[in-house]
């Protein structure tokens, strides 16, 4: 019975014994399979970055002068997948900043938040947009911007985290960081000797209002260009904008050349401004009303005539009508309304759509469905009139409002496109005279051909005005330092 058992014990251990050496062995073969397959991997990688490189060597990137349409520039290749190298540099803390004002109005605060954030050597938090404007859009900065590429595109050039660290949320949450807004119109020293030692102190400094707090000129060519980097490159529509932007690119492409009219003749801009040239008296008074219904609307009395003869006010569609006539532009052209509802409605866009029965609206192009994800979100669909305008074959703006400002700067950055900046004070003494019969169709026609020939959008250096930088050109609108002048020699980027 003893001898039994050993021997059944002795043939169990053998077994064990050959299993356990199958195991390894099979463990073994595994083992070197997946070293050979990752061997495999990282060459076909290598070959594919090398080839890759050759094969997108001169395909336009977001940071090149191309003329291509969006639907042509967005191909099947692929993004390049290589990263730039994260800048190394002592953090000095953190900075977020809350965001104010319309889409276009945040993305130029965006750009120099940026920009202050990287020569102040401090971690950004993604920004924050404006929820309780007007508007009341609830977006967040990853429903109109694509955030992954906004942060890895500039890691480069400053850290950008999408909340605070676990442990600084607590204190931030436990009120122990410092908010304030800074100057408007500052040069980099005042962030430098100002703002910076409020962050060493503090560790978490959030700017409460970032619309114009840097100054036009007068500002190191490094820090212009980062500008032009966040706006021309790190600054990308989510892929789902950027879909629908190129669909509505292609449907005007198919019928031909379009023009992009930014009509900016919505009911907020004129209770704002305070414009109501050709509204009734009812319209008149409602448009009072919202004025003084906003208190951050800080001017409350204001004489639409006077404003309007200074050429404050956007045209009306009456006289945007007369003076797209009087330069000539085909009245079969597909004319693009880049804005909100018009105020008055049909009744106010009649002598425009007799004058050019083609206008069109993102609405009237697409179906219902297309825009559901849209409403009640102004700024993505401003964001959608944003890339349709920069691919249009003219832009015309009828007030110079951070739309027309900032889009005209990037279409200058694509190549100078044309874009046909109006001189309202001439225009609306023009539109009067014209009216009562003081001039002619013909000598006024003439006249604004002649005074617009220098306004479409030509290489010129920004007018700086000392002192008074609301009245100087906007950097936004024409980046110069960051432009192919046409009689420069072609610069790699």
């Not at 930014?262 to 414009?275: K, N, V």
């Not at 219902?368 to 349709?388: C, R, T």
Request: charged content about 25%.
């Amino acid at each position: 019975m003893k001898m039994k058992n050993f021997g059944e014990n002795k043939v169990e251990k053998l077994r064990s014994s050959m299993i356990l050496r199958s195991r390894m062995k099979l463990w073994m073969i595994r083992a070197i399979t997946m070293v050979l397959l990752w061997t495999c991997f990282l060459q076909l990688m290598t070959l594919g970055e090398m080839w890759g490189s050759r094969l997108l060597k001169g395909w336009p990137s977001c940071f090149s002068h191309s003329n291509l349409p969006l639907a042509v520039e967005s191909s099947s290749f692929p993004d390049k997948v290589i990263l730039p190298p994260k800048r190394i540099y002592r953090n000095n803390g953190y900075l977020m900043v809350s965001c104010n004002g319309g889409l276009n109005q945040m993305r130029a605060a965006i750009c120099d938040m940026v920009t202050i954030a990287r020569y102040l050597n401090v971690t950004l938090i993604v920004p924050e947009l404006d929820k309780t404007s007007f508007w009341n859009d609830p977006s967040e900065f990853q429903d109109i911007f694509d955030v992954d590429h906004f942060i890895t595109s500039l890691r480069d050039e400053v850290r950008i985290l999408k909340e605070l660290p676990p442990r600084v949320k607590k204190r931030v949450e436990s009120g122990m960081f410092y908010s304030l807004q800074p100057i408007s119109w500052s040069d980099i020293s005042y962030y430098l000797d100002q703002i910076l030692p409020l962050v060493q102190k503090h560790k978490v400094v959030q700017l409460n209002k970032t619309d114009a707090r840097l100054a036009n000129n007068g500002l190191p060519l490094e820090i212009q260009k980062l500008r032009c980097h966040v706006n021309f490159n790190a600054l990308r529509f989510t892929s789902q904008i950027e879909e629908l932007g190129r669909r509505v690119v292609g449907i005007l492409r198919e019928k031909g050349p379009f023009l992009v009219l930014h009509l900016r003749y919505e009911m907020d801009m004129l209770a704002f401004s305070g414009c109501t040239h050709g509204c009734n008296i009812e319209e008149e008074e409602e448009l009072t009303r919202m004025r003084y219904a906003y208190p951050w609307w800080k001017e409350k009395v204001i004489d639409s005539e006077m404003r309007r003869k200074d050429g404050l006010c956007p045209l009306t569609p009456e006289e945007t009508a007369l003076v797209l006539s009087a330069l000539g532009i085909d009245r079969n052209v597909q004319i693009y309304i880049a804005a909100g509802e018009i105020y008055g409605g049909e009744r106010r866009m009649a002598t425009l759509a007799s004058s050019f029965p083609n206008l069109v609206r993102k609405e009237t192009l697409l179906e219902p469905s297309d825009l559901k994800f849209f409403e009640n979100h102004s700024s993505q669909m401003a964001a959608l009139d944003y890339l349709v305008s920069l691919e249009s074959d003219i832009f015309i703006p009828t007030y110079d409002g951070n739309m027309a400002k900032v889009v005209e700067g990037h279409r200058r950055f694509l190549g100078f496109k044309k874009t046909i900046s109006l001189d309202r004070k001439l225009l609306v003494g023009l539109v009067d005279q014209y009216n009562n019969g003081s001039i002619s169709w013909d000598e006024f026609s003439s006249i604004v051909k002649e005074v617009h020939t220098n306004r479409m959008g030509s290489p010129k250096k920004r007018n700086a005005i000392p002192d008074r930088p609301k009245e100087e050109d906007y950097f936004y609108a024409n980046p110069h330092e960051c432009l192919q002048l046409l009689d420069e020699p072609l610069r790699i980027t």
